[in-house]
């Protein structure tokens, strides 16, 4: 692998047809591991509007508590499950954060590749210009 592609991330570009600026406002969610979905899951899923999935979180979180609180489960055997718990959402949360934008109604422009996000827009941005020309 080359050093020059070693430090890339992959983007989706999502805008909002019905949005009259929809190209000139896109959101990008990168692909791979949600480090903020993995340390805040239930906070993370309410702060990108996953209702169902904040939900869902909620749950399994009070769920673990419980059976550690009943004695069903050991200390270590509850603090293995949130981390479980954690790790699923961290792995998973940018793509249930695309199927919830997909929900709302966004739809996928593009797909770029950088290394920060801040270049992702720029070779986003680039493109768009260049194509409305």
Not at 38 to 64: H, K, N, S
């Amino acid at each position: 692998q080359s050093l020059m592609f070693s430090h890339m991330k992959i983007y989706t570009v999502h805008i909002k047809p019905s949005n009259s600026q929809a190209y000139e406002k896109p959101l990008f969610v990168r692909e791979g591991f949600n480090w903020w979905a993995f340390l805040l899951t239930f906070v993370w899923a309410l702060y990108q509007r996953l209702w169902f999935l904040a939900l869902a979180v909620f749950a399994c979180q009070f769920g673990i508590v419980w059976l550690g609180k009943a004695h069903i489960l050991t200390p270590e055997s509850t603090g293995i499950l949130q981390l479980a718990l954690q790790v699923v959402v961290g792995f998973a949360g940018n793509d249930w954060l695309r199927a919830g934008l997909s929900r709302r109604g966004y739809i996928v422009a593009d797909i770029t590749a950088a290394d920060s996000l801040l270049r992702a827009e720029q070779r986003y941005f680039e493109r768009y210009l260049a194509a409305a020309h």
